[in-house]
Protein backbone atom coordinates (compact mmCIF):
# COMPACT_ATOMS: atom_id res chain seq x y z
CA UNK A 1 0.00 0.00 0.00
CA UNK A 2 1.22 3.67 -1.18
CA UNK A 3 2.51 5.83 1.65
CA UNK A 4 1.16 9.39 2.20
CA UNK A 5 4.19 11.90 0.94
CA UNK A 6 4.79 14.71 3.72
CA UNK A 7 2.44 17.47 3.32
CA UNK A 8 3.81 20.49 0.95
CA UNK A 9 2.76 24.10 2.24
CA UNK A 10 3.21 26.95 -0.60
CA UNK A 11 4.04 30.53 0.09
CA UNK A 12 0.24 32.33 -0.09
CA UNK A 13 -1.80 29.65 1.21
CA UNK A 14 -4.24 27.51 -0.60
CA UNK A 15 -3.99 29.82 -3.83
CA UNK A 16 -0.07 29.54 -3.78
CA UNK A 17 -0.57 25.29 -4.48
CA UNK A 18 -3.03 25.85 -7.75
CA UNK A 19 0.22 28.02 -9.38
CA UNK A 20 1.14 24.58 -10.37
CA UNK A 21 -2.11 23.45 -11.91
CA UNK A 22 -2.69 27.05 -13.44
CA UNK A 23 0.75 27.05 -14.75
CA UNK A 24 -0.12 23.47 -16.35
CA UNK A 25 -3.60 24.67 -17.78
CA UNK A 26 -2.47 27.95 -19.26
CA UNK A 27 0.37 25.82 -20.97
CA UNK A 28 -1.99 23.24 -22.41
CA UNK A 29 -4.39 25.71 -23.29
CA UNK A 30 -1.73 27.33 -25.71
CA UNK A 31 0.12 24.33 -26.96
CA UNK A 32 -3.76 23.02 -27.88
CA UNK A 33 -4.49 26.54 -29.74
CA UNK A 34 -0.86 26.06 -31.61
CA UNK A 35 -2.05 22.65 -32.43
CA UNK A 36 1.18 21.37 -30.99
CA UNK A 37 2.25 18.20 -31.32
CA UNK A 38 3.33 16.00 -27.42
CA UNK A 39 6.06 18.13 -26.91
CA UNK A 40 4.47 21.16 -25.93
CA UNK A 41 2.71 19.45 -23.49
CA UNK A 42 5.95 18.66 -21.98
CA UNK A 43 6.91 21.59 -21.49
CA UNK A 44 3.68 22.71 -19.60
CA UNK A 45 3.98 19.74 -16.89
CA UNK A 46 8.09 20.88 -16.70
CA UNK A 47 7.29 24.85 -16.29
CA UNK A 48 4.53 23.51 -13.52
CA UNK A 49 7.14 21.31 -11.89
CA UNK A 50 9.54 24.21 -11.79
CA UNK A 51 6.62 27.06 -10.76
CA UNK A 52 5.78 24.84 -7.67
CA UNK A 53 9.64 24.69 -6.74
CA UNK A 54 10.13 28.58 -6.83
CA UNK A 55 6.69 28.53 -3.62
CA UNK A 56 7.16 25.68 -1.81
CA UNK A 57 8.56 26.67 1.80
CA UNK A 58 9.93 23.04 2.37
CA UNK A 59 12.41 22.38 -0.68
CA UNK A 60 12.60 18.45 0.82
CA UNK A 61 9.07 17.92 0.83
CA UNK A 62 8.33 19.16 -2.34
CA UNK A 63 11.92 16.99 -3.74
CA UNK A 64 9.61 14.15 -1.76
CA UNK A 65 6.38 14.92 -3.15
CA UNK A 66 7.85 14.75 -6.84
CA UNK A 67 9.47 11.53 -5.89
CA UNK A 68 6.24 9.92 -4.54
CA UNK A 69 4.45 10.97 -7.51
CA UNK A 70 7.21 9.39 -10.06
CA UNK A 71 7.47 5.98 -7.60
CA UNK A 72 3.88 5.31 -8.35
CA UNK A 73 3.29 1.75 -9.53
CA UNK A 74 1.54 2.82 -12.83
CA UNK A 75 4.33 5.18 -13.73
CA UNK A 76 6.95 2.69 -14.92
CA UNK A 77 4.54 0.22 -16.09
CA UNK A 78 3.45 3.24 -18.73
CA UNK A 79 6.57 4.53 -19.56
CA UNK A 80 8.26 0.73 -20.34
CA UNK A 81 5.18 -0.22 -22.49
CA UNK A 82 5.30 2.81 -24.46
CA UNK A 83 8.85 2.24 -25.05
CA UNK A 84 8.37 -1.93 -26.77
CA UNK A 85 5.05 -0.89 -27.76
CA UNK A 86 6.98 1.51 -30.15
CA UNK A 87 10.03 -1.46 -30.69
CA UNK A 88 6.97 -3.89 -31.74
CA UNK A 89 5.18 -1.00 -33.61
CA UNK A 90 8.37 -0.13 -35.72
CA UNK A 91 8.71 -3.76 -36.68
CA UNK A 92 5.23 -4.33 -38.04
CA UNK A 93 5.65 -0.78 -39.65
CA UNK A 94 8.68 -1.72 -41.23
CA UNK A 95 8.04 -4.99 -42.72
CA UNK A 96 5.42 -3.51 -44.84
CA UNK A 97 2.42 -5.69 -43.36
CA UNK A 98 0.54 -2.26 -43.07
CA UNK A 99 0.51 -1.29 -46.78
CA UNK A 100 -0.16 -5.15 -47.54
CA UNK A 101 -3.05 -5.22 -45.79
CA UNK A 102 -4.42 -1.64 -46.43
CA UNK A 103 -4.19 -3.07 -50.55
CA UNK A 104 -6.33 -6.39 -49.43
CA UNK A 105 -8.90 -4.20 -47.79
CA UNK A 106 -9.17 -1.01 -50.49
CA UNK A 107 -9.21 -3.67 -52.96
CA UNK A 108 -12.65 -5.52 -51.46
CA UNK A 109 -14.43 -2.14 -51.46
CA UNK A 110 -13.96 -2.30 -46.74
CA UNK A 111 -13.21 1.15 -46.80
CA UNK A 112 -13.72 4.76 -45.15
CA UNK A 113 -16.97 4.81 -42.73
CA UNK A 114 -17.39 0.95 -42.33
CA UNK A 115 -13.49 0.64 -41.98
CA UNK A 116 -14.10 3.20 -39.14
CA UNK A 117 -16.79 1.35 -37.63
CA UNK A 118 -15.46 -2.04 -38.19
CA UNK A 119 -12.66 -0.29 -35.98
CA UNK A 120 -14.38 0.86 -33.47
CA UNK A 121 -16.23 -2.60 -32.61
CA UNK A 122 -13.32 -4.74 -32.55
CA UNK A 123 -11.59 -1.99 -30.08
CA UNK A 124 -14.48 -2.21 -27.69
CA UNK A 125 -14.03 -6.15 -28.05
CA UNK A 126 -10.56 -6.41 -27.56
CA UNK A 127 -10.79 -3.60 -24.50
CA UNK A 128 -13.62 -5.38 -23.01
CA UNK A 129 -11.82 -8.52 -23.07
CA UNK A 130 -8.11 -7.53 -22.19
CA UNK A 131 -9.88 -4.78 -19.40
CA UNK A 132 -6.93 -2.61 -20.64
CA UNK A 133 -7.56 0.88 -22.50
CA UNK A 134 -3.38 1.73 -22.90
CA UNK A 135 -2.82 -2.02 -23.47
CA UNK A 136 -5.08 -1.86 -26.41
CA UNK A 137 -3.66 1.71 -28.02
CA UNK A 138 -0.45 -0.39 -28.30
CA UNK A 139 -1.82 -3.55 -30.08
CA UNK A 140 -4.29 -1.61 -31.75
CA UNK A 141 -3.55 1.31 -33.27
CA UNK A 142 0.68 0.46 -35.23
CA UNK A 143 -2.12 -2.16 -37.59
CA UNK A 144 -5.67 -0.83 -37.72
CA UNK A 145 -4.50 3.17 -37.13
CA UNK A 146 -2.33 3.05 -40.62
CA UNK A 147 -4.34 0.91 -42.49
CA UNK A 148 -8.12 2.86 -41.59
CA UNK A 149 -5.66 5.76 -42.74
CA UNK A 150 -4.91 3.98 -46.27
CA UNK A 151 -8.61 3.06 -46.57
CA UNK A 152 -9.62 6.46 -46.72
CA UNK A 153 -10.29 7.15 -43.12
CA UNK A 154 -9.29 10.55 -41.91
CA UNK A 155 -6.34 10.56 -38.84
CA UNK A 156 -8.32 11.73 -36.55
CA UNK A 157 -11.51 9.81 -36.70
CA UNK A 158 -9.39 6.54 -36.73
CA UNK A 159 -7.52 7.68 -33.93
CA UNK A 160 -11.13 8.92 -32.15
CA UNK A 161 -12.64 5.41 -33.09
CA UNK A 162 -9.80 3.26 -31.47
CA UNK A 163 -9.79 5.78 -28.30
CA UNK A 164 -13.52 5.92 -28.59
CA UNK A 165 -13.57 1.86 -28.72
CA UNK A 166 -10.64 1.39 -25.26
CA UNK A 167 -13.18 4.00 -23.46
CA UNK A 168 -15.87 1.35 -24.15
CA UNK A 169 -13.89 -1.99 -22.71
CA UNK A 170 -12.17 0.39 -19.79
CA UNK A 171 -15.86 1.61 -18.52
CA UNK A 172 -17.66 -2.33 -19.05
CA UNK A 173 -15.10 -4.81 -19.21
CA UNK A 174 -15.07 -7.15 -15.78
CA UNK A 175 -11.25 -6.93 -15.20
CA UNK A 176 -10.48 -3.19 -15.72
CA UNK A 177 -8.66 -1.86 -13.04
CA UNK A 178 -11.84 0.88 -12.75
CA UNK A 179 -14.37 -1.54 -12.84
CA UNK A 180 -12.73 -3.30 -10.17
CA UNK A 181 -11.85 -0.28 -8.56
CA UNK A 182 -15.41 1.31 -8.44
CA UNK A 183 -16.85 -1.99 -7.17
CA UNK A 184 -14.49 -2.24 -4.10
CA UNK A 185 -14.47 1.04 -3.30
CA UNK A 186 -18.55 1.26 -2.70
CA UNK A 187 -18.95 -2.04 -2.08
CA UNK A 188 -20.53 -3.49 -4.50
CA UNK A 189 -20.82 -7.08 -5.66
CA UNK A 190 -18.99 -6.68 -9.21
CA UNK A 191 -20.74 -9.10 -11.42
CA UNK A 192 -24.24 -6.79 -10.83
CA UNK A 193 -22.00 -3.49 -11.48
CA UNK A 194 -21.23 -4.70 -14.89
CA UNK A 195 -24.59 -5.64 -15.19
CA UNK A 196 -26.19 -2.57 -13.97
CA UNK A 197 -23.59 -0.34 -16.41
CA UNK A 198 -24.71 -1.85 -19.49
CA UNK A 199 -27.35 0.48 -19.03
CA UNK A 200 -25.04 3.81 -19.74
CA UNK A 201 -22.24 1.99 -21.50
CA UNK A 202 -24.63 0.31 -24.54
CA UNK A 203 -26.26 3.29 -25.19
CA UNK A 204 -23.36 5.29 -25.31
CA UNK A 205 -21.92 2.52 -27.14
CA UNK A 206 -24.53 2.73 -29.48
CA UNK A 207 -24.46 6.74 -29.84
CA UNK A 208 -20.76 6.56 -30.60
CA UNK A 209 -21.15 4.01 -33.66
CA UNK A 210 -23.60 6.33 -35.42
CA UNK A 211 -21.86 9.19 -35.37
CA UNK A 212 -18.85 7.74 -36.41
CA UNK A 213 -20.72 5.96 -39.88
CA UNK A 214 -22.68 9.50 -40.08
CA UNK A 215 -19.75 12.06 -39.04
CA UNK A 216 -16.49 10.76 -40.56
CA UNK A 217 -14.57 12.22 -42.92
CA UNK A 218 -12.84 9.87 -45.75
CA UNK A 219 -10.09 10.25 -48.47
CA UNK A 220 -9.84 8.92 -51.86
CA UNK A 221 -8.28 5.54 -51.63
CA UNK A 222 -7.36 5.64 -55.27
CA UNK A 223 -3.83 7.15 -54.06
CA UNK A 224 -3.30 4.53 -51.55
CA UNK A 225 -3.61 1.77 -54.20
CA UNK A 226 -1.35 3.42 -56.86
CA UNK A 227 1.10 4.01 -54.18
CA UNK A 228 1.06 0.16 -53.06
CA UNK A 229 1.27 -0.66 -56.34
CA UNK A 230 4.84 1.67 -56.71
CA UNK A 231 6.55 0.06 -53.58
CA UNK A 232 4.66 -3.64 -54.56
CA UNK A 233 2.90 -5.65 -51.76
CA UNK A 234 4.36 -7.92 -49.42
CA UNK A 235 2.41 -10.60 -48.58
CA UNK A 236 5.40 -12.25 -46.39
CA UNK A 237 5.35 -9.65 -44.26
CA UNK A 238 1.50 -10.73 -43.10
CA UNK A 239 4.05 -12.57 -40.73
CA UNK A 240 3.97 -9.63 -38.22
CA UNK A 241 0.65 -10.25 -37.47
CA UNK A 242 2.16 -12.98 -34.93
CA UNK A 243 3.03 -9.45 -32.65
CA UNK A 244 -0.60 -8.63 -32.07
CA UNK A 245 -1.24 -12.12 -31.56
CA UNK A 246 0.72 -12.79 -28.73
CA UNK A 247 0.46 -9.72 -26.96
CA UNK A 248 -2.98 -10.49 -27.65
CA UNK A 249 -2.96 -13.75 -26.06
CA UNK A 250 -1.25 -13.16 -23.48
CA UNK A 251 -3.03 -10.47 -22.28
CA UNK A 252 -6.32 -12.24 -22.39
CA UNK A 253 -4.87 -14.64 -19.70
CA UNK A 254 -4.29 -11.97 -17.74
CA UNK A 255 -0.46 -11.43 -17.90
CA UNK A 256 1.06 -8.34 -17.05
CA UNK A 257 1.41 -5.65 -20.22
CA UNK A 258 4.81 -5.82 -19.97
CA UNK A 259 5.76 -9.00 -19.92
CA UNK A 260 3.11 -9.73 -23.20
CA UNK A 261 4.65 -6.89 -25.20
CA UNK A 262 7.94 -8.76 -24.61
CA UNK A 263 6.96 -11.92 -25.85
CA UNK A 264 5.34 -9.97 -28.74
CA UNK A 265 8.89 -8.31 -30.02
CA UNK A 266 10.68 -11.49 -29.45
CA UNK A 267 8.37 -13.39 -31.11
CA UNK A 268 8.09 -11.26 -34.22
CA UNK A 269 12.25 -10.55 -34.31
CA UNK A 270 11.90 -14.48 -35.04
CA UNK A 271 9.64 -14.66 -37.22
CA UNK A 272 11.18 -11.66 -39.37
CA UNK A 273 14.30 -13.20 -39.05
CA UNK A 274 13.54 -16.91 -40.22
CA UNK A 275 11.60 -15.29 -42.83
CA UNK A 276 14.04 -13.13 -44.30
CA UNK A 277 11.93 -10.02 -43.86
CA UNK A 278 14.71 -8.73 -41.61
CA UNK A 279 18.15 -9.07 -40.87
CA UNK A 280 19.84 -8.77 -37.08
CA UNK A 281 21.49 -5.11 -38.60
CA UNK A 282 17.91 -4.09 -39.50
CA UNK A 283 17.18 -4.38 -35.78
CA UNK A 284 20.66 -3.18 -34.09
CA UNK A 285 23.57 -1.96 -36.01
CA UNK A 286 27.11 -0.42 -35.09
CA UNK A 287 28.56 1.37 -37.99
CA UNK A 288 31.33 2.91 -36.08
CA UNK A 289 32.00 6.36 -35.11
CA UNK A 290 29.97 6.48 -31.84
CA UNK A 291 26.31 5.75 -33.85
CA UNK A 292 23.74 3.44 -32.94
CA UNK A 293 21.37 2.56 -35.65
CA UNK A 294 18.39 0.22 -36.85
CA UNK A 295 14.87 -0.18 -35.92
CA UNK A 296 15.38 -0.58 -32.16
CA UNK A 297 16.99 2.33 -31.62
CA UNK A 298 15.04 4.60 -33.65
CA UNK A 299 11.92 2.99 -32.05
CA UNK A 300 13.21 4.18 -28.56
CA UNK A 301 14.70 7.45 -29.07
CA UNK A 302 11.01 8.53 -31.07
CA UNK A 303 9.55 7.85 -27.72
CA UNK A 304 11.07 10.66 -25.66
CA UNK A 305 8.90 13.13 -25.93
CA UNK A 306 5.96 10.70 -24.51
CA UNK A 307 8.14 9.36 -21.73
CA UNK A 308 9.59 12.79 -20.43
CA UNK A 309 5.27 14.04 -20.45
CA UNK A 310 4.94 11.37 -18.24
CA UNK A 311 7.71 12.44 -15.94
CA UNK A 312 6.04 15.87 -15.93
CA UNK A 313 2.62 14.45 -15.25
CA UNK A 314 3.63 11.90 -12.54
CA UNK A 315 6.17 14.42 -10.79
CA UNK A 316 2.79 17.08 -10.50
CA UNK A 317 0.29 14.32 -9.68
CA UNK A 318 2.80 13.56 -6.59
CA UNK A 319 3.18 17.20 -5.68
CA UNK A 320 -0.72 18.18 -5.83
CA UNK A 321 -1.37 15.12 -3.97
CA UNK A 322 0.92 16.49 -1.16
CA UNK A 323 -0.50 19.97 -1.38
CA UNK A 324 -3.99 18.56 0.20
CA UNK A 325 -5.34 19.05 -3.18
CA UNK A 326 -7.39 15.98 -3.73
CA UNK A 327 -9.14 16.11 -0.70
CA UNK A 328 -10.01 19.69 -0.81
CA UNK A 329 -11.36 18.97 -3.80
CA UNK A 330 -13.76 16.26 -2.37
CA UNK A 331 -14.67 18.27 0.70
CA UNK A 332 -15.65 21.35 -1.19
CA UNK A 333 -18.05 19.27 -3.37
CA UNK A 334 -19.60 17.66 -0.37
CA UNK A 335 -21.02 20.44 1.01
CA UNK A 336 -23.53 20.81 -2.09
CA UNK A 337 -24.90 16.71 -1.75
CA UNK A 338 -27.94 17.81 -0.08
CA UNK A 339 -30.11 15.26 -1.70
CA UNK A 340 -30.08 12.61 -4.32
CA UNK A 341 -29.71 14.41 -6.98
CA UNK A 342 -27.23 16.69 -5.51
CA UNK A 343 -25.27 13.93 -4.58
CA UNK A 344 -25.28 12.16 -7.55
CA UNK A 345 -24.20 15.56 -9.08
CA UNK A 346 -21.34 15.94 -6.67
CA UNK A 347 -20.07 12.54 -7.36
CA UNK A 348 -19.41 12.89 -10.86
CA UNK A 349 -17.93 16.13 -10.21
CA UNK A 350 -15.84 15.47 -7.89
CA UNK A 351 -14.85 12.11 -9.83
CA UNK A 352 -14.49 14.41 -13.43
CA UNK A 353 -11.98 17.08 -11.64
CA UNK A 354 -9.97 14.73 -10.47
CA UNK A 355 -9.49 11.99 -12.81
CA UNK A 356 -8.42 15.09 -15.40
CA UNK A 357 -5.94 16.65 -12.67
CA UNK A 358 -4.35 12.80 -11.93
CA UNK A 359 -4.98 11.79 -15.72
CA UNK A 360 -5.24 8.02 -14.38
CA UNK A 361 -9.58 7.28 -13.86
CA UNK A 362 -8.57 4.40 -10.72
CA UNK A 363 -6.29 6.71 -8.87
CA UNK A 364 -9.20 9.48 -8.70
CA UNK A 365 -11.73 6.70 -7.59
CA UNK A 366 -9.86 5.01 -4.66
CA UNK A 367 -9.26 8.94 -3.96
CA UNK A 368 -12.54 9.67 -3.58
CA UNK A 369 -14.02 6.00 -2.73
CA UNK A 370 -14.73 7.07 1.37
CA UNK A 371 -16.22 10.20 0.34
CA UNK A 372 -18.49 9.16 -2.62
CA UNK A 373 -19.56 6.00 -0.16
CA UNK A 374 -20.34 8.57 2.43
CA UNK A 375 -22.38 11.23 0.94
CA UNK A 376 -24.64 8.20 -1.06
CA UNK A 377 -25.21 6.55 1.82
CA UNK A 378 -26.06 10.11 4.09
CA UNK A 379 -29.00 10.80 0.57
CA UNK A 380 -29.89 7.45 -0.56
CA UNK A 381 -27.81 6.58 -3.28
CA UNK A 382 -27.08 2.83 -3.96
CA UNK A 383 -23.87 1.57 -4.09
CA UNK A 384 -24.11 0.45 -7.63
CA UNK A 385 -25.17 3.70 -8.66
CA UNK A 386 -22.21 5.07 -7.10
CA UNK A 387 -19.90 2.44 -8.48
CA UNK A 388 -21.48 3.27 -11.96
CA UNK A 389 -21.42 6.77 -11.55
CA UNK A 390 -17.90 6.80 -10.69
CA UNK A 391 -16.33 4.45 -13.47
CA UNK A 392 -18.54 6.41 -16.15
CA UNK A 393 -17.15 9.57 -15.13
CA UNK A 394 -13.73 8.89 -15.25
CA UNK A 395 -14.45 7.11 -18.87
CA UNK A 396 -15.85 11.14 -19.57
CA UNK A 397 -13.37 13.45 -18.26
CA UNK A 398 -10.03 11.61 -17.88
CA UNK A 399 -10.62 10.67 -21.84
CA UNK A 400 -11.40 13.99 -22.44
CA UNK A 401 -8.30 15.46 -21.11
CA UNK A 402 -5.93 16.19 -23.78
CA UNK A 403 -2.79 15.70 -21.67
CA UNK A 404 -3.75 11.96 -20.46
CA UNK A 405 -2.59 9.12 -21.63
CA UNK A 406 -5.71 8.44 -23.26
CA UNK A 407 -4.82 11.54 -25.84
CA UNK A 408 -0.94 11.70 -25.59
CA UNK A 409 -0.07 8.28 -26.35
CA UNK A 410 -2.18 8.17 -29.05
CA UNK A 411 -0.91 11.22 -30.42
CA UNK A 412 2.65 9.78 -30.18
CA UNK A 413 1.68 6.57 -32.04
CA UNK A 414 0.19 8.04 -34.58
CA UNK A 415 3.02 10.46 -35.68
CA UNK A 416 5.47 7.52 -36.00
CA UNK A 417 4.02 7.03 -39.44
CA UNK A 418 4.70 10.40 -40.71
CA UNK A 419 3.72 13.71 -40.71
CA UNK A 420 -0.11 12.81 -42.74
CA UNK A 421 -0.63 10.51 -40.38
CA UNK A 422 0.19 12.49 -37.02
CA UNK A 423 -2.74 13.76 -35.43
CA UNK A 424 -2.60 16.73 -32.88
CA UNK A 425 -3.56 15.66 -28.56
CA UNK A 426 -5.82 18.61 -28.65
CA UNK A 427 -8.22 17.11 -31.24
CA UNK A 428 -8.52 13.81 -30.11
CA UNK A 429 -11.64 14.74 -27.39
CA UNK A 430 -13.25 16.27 -30.65
CA UNK A 431 -13.54 12.96 -32.01
CA UNK A 432 -13.70 10.60 -29.05
CA UNK A 433 -17.58 9.45 -29.55
CA UNK A 434 -17.84 7.07 -26.88
CA UNK A 435 -16.59 9.49 -24.29
CA UNK A 436 -19.32 12.58 -25.57
CA UNK A 437 -21.97 10.21 -26.21
CA UNK A 438 -21.48 8.88 -22.15
CA UNK A 439 -21.13 12.48 -21.24
CA UNK A 440 -24.65 12.97 -21.89
CA UNK A 441 -25.82 9.93 -20.76
CA UNK A 442 -24.39 10.96 -17.54
CA UNK A 443 -26.39 14.23 -17.73
CA UNK A 444 -29.58 11.79 -18.30
CA UNK A 445 -28.71 9.86 -15.37
CA UNK A 446 -28.53 12.72 -12.91
CA UNK A 447 -31.54 14.86 -14.61
CA UNK A 448 -33.92 12.05 -14.60
CA UNK A 449 -32.50 9.33 -12.71
CA UNK A 450 -32.13 7.14 -15.93
CA UNK A 451 -30.15 3.79 -14.88
CA UNK A 452 -30.98 3.53 -11.26
CA UNK A 453 -31.39 -0.30 -9.71
CA UNK A 454 -34.78 -1.62 -8.82
CA UNK A 455 -35.01 -3.52 -6.45
CA UNK A 456 -33.62 -7.10 -7.10
CA UNK A 457 -31.91 -5.84 -9.58
Known amino acids: MESKPQKVEFYFGKAGRLLPLFTACFMIVWAACSQSNVNGYVVAFFAAVIVGALFAKDDKAYGAAIIHGLSKPMF???????????????MISASGMVQTIAAYVVSVGFTGRLFVVAAFLMTCLLAFATGTSVGTYFVVIP????????????????????????????????????TIASSATQ??????????????????????????????????????????KETAMKPLSLLMLVIPVVIITLCLKRKHLVVALSWGIAAGAVAGLLSGLYSVSDFLAFPGGFAVEGLVISAITGTTGTVCMLIG??????????????????????????????AEATIVLSAGILSMITGVISVAIVALGDLVSEIGEKNGVDPYRRA???????????????????????????????ENFAVAPASIPLVNFYSIC?????????????????KGQ
Not at 315 to 323: F, K, N, R
Not at 448 to 453: F, H, I, L, P, Q
Request: net charge neutral; charged share 10%.
Open 76 to 90: PVIVLAVILAAISGK
Open 143 to 178: ILFPVGVMAGVAPEYMIGAIVSGAAFGDNLGPISDT
Open 187 to 228: HAELGMVVRTRTRYSVPAAVGALILFFVLTKTTDTGVVLEGI
Open 313 to 342: VFALIGVMEASGMFESVGALLNRFAKSKRS
Open 388 to 418: NLLDCTGCVFCFLAPWTVHCVIPAQQSAQFG
Open 438 to 454: MLVMLLLAIITGYGTAK
